[in-house]
């Protein structure tokens, strides 16, 4: 269902919500069986639409509020189940709560540090939230019960993984505006989770004027001290939310006490938040054991300047530091929650940050010789003295060998140092140090083992982030083992949840491309799209991107246990998936969202746009500059609506003033082009510059064109020649192809340079781009910056030619007919000619006229011969049209003799002037075809 649709379920279930709190708060157990199970089709929020029957109820654990919170089981899992209500709310003040925490809770679904919502259903119109179950509670409780007293690197651990937690949140531009402990629950690893984000708003609503919620104990007192009805911007309100956080962390120091404990009424705690002092003086004394990070952090937080306030990755870096030297806590219980449905190991012996050791003989100490091949002749005699000590378990003499100076920086030598460590029994800390060093030296292996230690606590403390990070670095860099190990359930929320992150980015395609391989990925395959078919939007992102970039292929050993979805839901999936801010799914969707698309694609273009555009004009989506920019797109080529250049100019703008770098290089064209807005080179210039800057690559290359032409700003070589390298650096083949013609055809004396030329078309031939390999081909052909290679010629034609380009089937059907460079066969000649005419090229056109009346290749056929010859003439085809008129002179290929059209074409032709065209009239008519006159016309300017 729509946003409408969804808000009418939620208006619906609230109305009567006064008059079922204290029923449902009454109930210890029920089966909750309602109507209006499957409620149609939800498209925002993000968050799946549950059957009602699908989830048991049980005791309230908790209230708060605007809720109570019970126990429950979902599938056979416990959950938490929120019944949304609040008897002193007006019902349109609940409604819009509700509405605003499902919205926000979907998402940041991706984030680890998020209460995850699993779903929502209707329990007696009231709306229930289902969301993760936290076995320890909230963290003021948790801090009160004494569980953490003393522990100081556990409170640092959780109090860095808030600050990325509330970092990740600011990140999808939404202010939480209720930060306290309270709102904070720990799972059974002591893993923070934010909560309760009715209240909260994005960074749109907020610049608009929207009010963030609050708690007064927590809130900033810059807040108290504005006039009513100021508008924070979005930074003030996140400097708001760092101030909270400062609480939280003095709460952690404090064991769970209250801040202000000595201030009751409300008129005091205002006097006290709008003193220019020392704010701790008001908040509470900390204890003086505190570390001094702790309290550094926490006065810096509480800085009445708001200004002056650290940001939330400075103050990661600072918990990180004193946990890396601080001592280990002491062993005590995890979880006073132990249930029935946990799966992991009982963690009453067990330390948050230490835990009991894995085997980590495991861990396989293997050496290739691509390994050892790349060492120096020095390096590998020490390295192979080493190893034999190793293989010996003479540990003592193969630590020596490889910690020699001139090896032991080596990732390789640290690799098998950390195996020497296991093998000697030493101290779990040093085998991970040492396979650190041999990760972040790039080694696959070693990136493997640092993600083994952090998954199983060996020598670290568990961290699984950390953990999927460098098992994702080592099946980039093709370990099977650790491709092997991402296939396994556990991890596949790790995986949907990097995928759909909104920074996901080509470097993700390494390694998913080997974590889905075919033939051993079918498993998690099926996985993912029975969770997508349950109604998980997530996971129907995911699948849909998984389809597009052809990691799974429907009906090949995958979905045999589920229902198969249809083109239709994959491709509006996928748009959904770019709409909720992933980039992968975005670079598809522009793929996709083309004026000549595949067939079953361009079907639900109409579909698509609609989405887009509701979520352009809600102002509130993660991809929000993706879908004004694509509407622009859909506007200005009229995919999915009528074409209307004036509204794509509208949607460019919008998307382009806010930084987007597509619009940025579609707004440029607009103003070139004078499409949908007056024609201004200079406005056109200026925004082309914006995206350049930005980075854009395509943007840069552009910039380099204007340059060379003058357009919008002077001619400038120099410039065109910095940004088309900067570009073709970064990797662009559309720069690498046009930096290499800029070196071949560079005007200045003394600056051209064919070589340097030769060697960016070859960079950009090797990305497979078909207008590079066509240009390396003419460069074999013509020895531009090489010597002539007609065999290499017309293989890089023929890659061209496969790859799409018509210019290229019309060369290499010429190499075909000649025998130039390949075996003559006049047949495939034909086939590429009349591939190529398929494609609207008028020189295949041409060409193919010529092999029906010369009979080559194909059956000799005058009619077709004519046809094909009037339509290479009709385009202006100078050849053609020599030949048109010469065959009405001689009466011959089918056309009759007519001289004064024979004037008129020869005369048209543009190698012919009127009195050779006269001259050639003068002679007698001739009784045979005239020979093939093949020749290459502008090739060098048309490329396709």
């Known amino acids: 269902m729509d946003d409408s649709d969804h808000n009418i379920v939620i208006t619906q279930a609230i109305k009567s919500s006064s008059s079922c709190s204290s029923s449902s708060s009454s109930s210890s157990s029920s089966n909750c069986a309602v109507p209006h199970d499957k409620p149609p089709h939800s498209a925002s929020p993000r968050v799946p639409w549950l059957a009602a029957d699908s989830v048991i109820r049980g005791d309230r654990i908790g209230h708060g509020g605007f809720c109570s919170v019970f126990r429950g089981t979902l599938g056979g899992a ?87 937690a509330v970092d990740s949140v600011h ?16 799972d059974r690893f002591l893993t923070p989770k934010l909560g309760d984000f009715g209240v909260s708003k994005t960074f749109t609503s907020v610049a608009r004027g929207s009010q963030l919620g609050s708690t007064l104990r927590y809130i900033a007192p810059e807040r108290l001290r504005m006039k009513p009805g100021y508008k924070f911007s979005h930074e003030e309100s996140v400097l708001s939310d760092i101030y909270a956080y400062g609480l939280i962390m003095w709460e952690v120091a ?81 979880s006073s929650l132990q249930t029935a449905q946990t799966t992991s190991p009982p963690a009453s012996t ?173 498993a998690l395959a099926d996985r993912i799209m029975e969770s997508a ?26 979905g045999e246990h589920a229902e198969t979805p249809s083109v239709t839901e994959l491709f509006i999936w996928l748009v959904k998936f770019g709409i909720g801010g ?96 007056d024609e201004d080179r200079e406005e056109a210039f200026r925004w082309c510059l914006k995206a350049a800057s930005a980075g854009d690559t395509s943007g840069q290359t552009k910039l380099a064109t204007m340059y060379i032409h003058g357009t919008g700003t002077k001619v400038d070589y120099d410039l065109a020649l910095q940004w088309c390298t900067a570009a073709a650096e970064a990797g662009d083949a559309n720069a690498q192809l046009q930096l290499g013609d800029i070196y071949s055809s560079d005007p200045r004396d003394g600056f051209a340079n064919p070589r340097e030329a030769f060697v960016w078309w070859s960079k950009a031939a090797e990305t497979g781009l078909a207008s590079a390999q066509l240009q390396l081909g003419i460069a074999y052909d013509e020895g531009l910056g090489t010597e002539p290679d007609k065999e290499n010629a017309a293989q890089y034609f023929l890659k061209a030619a496969q790859g799409g380009s018509s210019e290229a089937m019309v060369r290499i059907g010429e190499c075909y007919r000649d025998g130039r460079g390949v075996e003559k066969d006049a047949t495939k000649a034909f086939v590429w000619f009349e591939r190529a005419a398929n494609k609207s090229s008028v020189e295949a056109f041409y060409n193919l006229a010529l092999c029906y009346r010369n009979g080559l290749g194909t059956e000799r056929d005058m009619e077709l011969g004519k046809k094909w010859l009037l339509k290479a003439g009709g385009n202006r085809h100078e050849q053609a049209m020599y030949l048109i008129g010469q065959s009405y002179k001689d009466g011959t290929g089918g056309f009759g003799l007519d001289v ?38 502008g090739f060098f300017s048309r490329r396709k």
Request: one cysteine or more.
């Open 78 to 164: 416990t959950v938490a189940i929120k019944h949304m209500s609040a008897p002193s709310l007006a019902r349109e003040e609940l409604e819009k709560t509700v509405q605003n925490e499902l919205r926000l809770l979907g998402r940041l679904r991706h984030s680890n540090f998020i209460t995850q919502v699993l779903g929502y259903y209707q329990h007696n119109d009231m709306v229930c939230i289902v969301m993760a179950f936290a076995e320890n509670g909230d963290l003021q409780r948790f801090l009160r019960a004494g569980r953490l007293k003393d522990y100081w690197s556990t409170k640092a651990r959780i109090c860095a993984d808030v600050a990325k």
């Open 171 to 186: 990140a999808e531009r939404i202010v939480h505006g209720d930060l306290k402990a309270s709102n904070i629950l720990l």
């Open 254 to 334: 404090t064991d769970g006490k209250l801040p202000y404990h000595e201030l009751e009424d409300k008129e005091s705690l205002v006097v006290a938040k709008i003193h220019p002092g020392d704010q701790l003086e008001y908040v509470g004394s900390l204890p003086d054991d505190v570390p001094g990070v702790f309290r550094d952090t926490i006065q810096l937080c509480l800085s009445c300047d708001p200004s002056l306030r650290p940001s939330l990755a400075s103050i990661q870096d600072a918990l990180d530091a004193y946990i890396a030297t601080a001592p280990p806590s002491s062993v005590f219980p995890i």
């Open 350 to 522: 067990n330390n948050p940050m230490w835990l009991p050791l894995a085997d980590a003989d495991s861990l396989r100490a293997d050496v290739s010789d691509d390994e050892t091949r790349v060492l120096t002749g020095s390096q590998k005699d020490i390295f192979g003295i080493g190893w034999f000590y190793f293989e010996e378990k003479m540990l003592m003499k193969a630590v020596e060998q490889f910690e020699n100076p001139e090896l032991r920086d080596h990732p390789l030598a640290q690799r098998i140092l950390g195996h020497c460590h296991i093998a000697a029994g030493d101290d779990p800390v040093n085998v991970f140090k040492c396979f650190k060093r041999s990760a972040e030296g790039g080694d696959p292996k070693g990136q493997f083992n640092l993600a083994w230690c952090f998954d199983h606590r060996y020598g670290t403390r568990q961290d699984l982030s950390s953990a999927f990070q460098w098992y994702t670095a080592s099946a980039a860099a093709g370990n099977v083992e650790a491709a092997k190990v991402l296939r396994e359930t556990r991890w596949s929320k790790h995986v949907e949840a990097a995928i759909g992150a909104p920074d996901a980015s080509g470097s993700t395609l390494d390694w998913l491309r080997n974590v889905f391989a075919p033939g051993i990925s079918d």
């Open 533 to 558: 078919r349950s109604g998980d939007a997530h996971a129907q992102g995911f699948f849909a991107l998984l389809y597009y970039l052809s990691f799974v292929i429907l009906g090949d050993n995958v």
């Open 582 to 677: 992933n980039k992968l799914a975005q670079c598809e969707v522009r793929k996709l969202l083309v004026p000549r698309p595949q067939p079953d694609v361009s079907r639900y273009f109409a579909e698509a746009f609609r989405l887009l555009l509701e979520e352009a004009e809600l102002l509130e989506a993660p991809g929000l500059l993706f879908c004004q920019c694509q509407v622009g797109i859909c506007y200005g080529l009229g995919i999915g609506v009528a074409r209307d250049e004036t509204m794509a100019f509208r949607w460019n703008y919008a998307a382009a003033k806010a930084g987007d770098t597509v619009a940025q290089c579609n707004l440029s064209n607009q103003y070139l082009w004078g499409a949908g807005t």
């Open 900 to 937: 004064e059209k024979a004037r008129e074409w020869m005369g048209n032709a543009g190698e012919f002037d009127m009195n050779e065209a006269s001259d050639e009239l003068e002679k007698p008519p001739v009784g045979k075809f005239p020979s093939a006159r093949f020749t290459w016309c």
